[in-house]
């Protein structure tokens, strides 16, 4: 169990590469059965996708804590708003893709989504971290 935010932030960026790993070899089998090379593509995507964006919100949490607050706030919602772009212009670009597949990406994201909050969860229950750390 996690007793310092850098051991929390570490464990935090394991269990979202392994969340992702486990997304895209099951989430690219359960693809390749159903949908063929698409589906396998697209739970790939999925994966990676979600992988990043989570991972960049972890190390910009984690920057952001050495910050003011309002460097802080700077730092992660502008992360966030830039992520919020990025996804928009992804998914404009794979709408008339003909490689994916459209289920199989986006039960990937959702997934990845919420194997995301169970991590989050997991880790703020289980931490021993104290309300405020030097």
Not at 24 to 52: H, M, N, Q, R
Not at 54 to 83: C, H
Not at 93 to 119: H, K, R, Y
Request: aromatic share 10%.
């Amino acid at each position: 169990m996690p007793t310092t935010s850098a051991a929390l932030f570490a464990k935090a960026l394991k269990l979202s590469v392994a969340l992702a790993l486990a997304i895209a070899i099951l989430g690219g089998a359960i693809g390749a059965l159903i949908y063929g090379t698409p589906g396998l593509l697209s739970a790939l995507i999925g994966a990676g996708v979600s992988a990043i964006f989570g991972i960049t919100t972890i190390l910009s949490i984690r920057f952001g804590s050495k910050l003011g607050l309002g460097g802080f706030y700077g730092l992660v919602l502008g992360g966030w708003l830039i992520k919020i772009v990025l996804f928009a212009i992804l998914l404009a670009s794979l709408q008339s893709a003909t490689f994916i597949s459209g289920p199989m990406f986006f039960f990937a994201v959702v997934a990845s989504v919420l194997g995301g909050l169970a991590i989050d969860s997991y880790l703020v229950l289980s931490s021993k971290l104290p309300a405020i750390e030097n």
